[in-house]
């Protein structure tokens, strides 16, 4: 059974940074994409950055903001989010599937193959 454990969200003021982990008991952890998925109140769930071997995806409205990394001696994949924003605020997940994969033009949307999510961190930005 594959687990995912985010963690690093919080109540911050915009302008402020944030550094959300997301830790994968997972054994091909370098032969997967790992995504990172959030949703507002009211509003669909959108997908926000992607790491995988090939390449790393950032979503128009977090492009230049947010960075993903990944370290593989902890199983862990990161998303440094700056400058933040009143409208970054949402429950962020990370999310990994076999069929789920991403480039740097590209996050695959379908959410039905990304078999395995986190319970979510809350990121709370205020104005």
């Known amino acids: 059974e594959v687990q995912l454990v985010e963690s690093g969200g919080g109540l911050v003021q915009a302008g402020d940074s944030l550094r959300l982990s997301c830790e994968a008991s997972?054994?091909?952890?370098?032969?997967?994409?790992i995504g990172w998925f959030r949703q507002a109140p009211g509003k669909e769930r959108e997908r926000v950055s992607c790491?995988?071997?090939?390449?790393?995806y950032y979503a128009a409205s977090v492009k230049g903001r947010f960075t993903i990394s990944k370290d593989s001696a902890k199983n862990t994949v990161s998303l440094q989010m700056n400058s933040l924003k009143p409208e970054d605020t949402a429950l962020y997940y990370c999310?990994?599937?076999?069929?789920?994969?991403?480039?740097?033009?590209?996050?695959?949307?379908?959410?039905?193959?990304?078999?395995?999510w986190g319970q979510g961190t809350q990121v709370t930005v205020s104005s």
């Open positions: 997972i054994f091909a952890f370098d032969d997967i994409a």
């Open positions: 790491f995988s071997g090939i390449g790393r």
């Open positions: 999310a990994v599937g076999n069929r789920g994969y991403c480039t740097d033009d590209y996050f695959h949307p379908v959410e039905s193959d990304y078999d395995y």
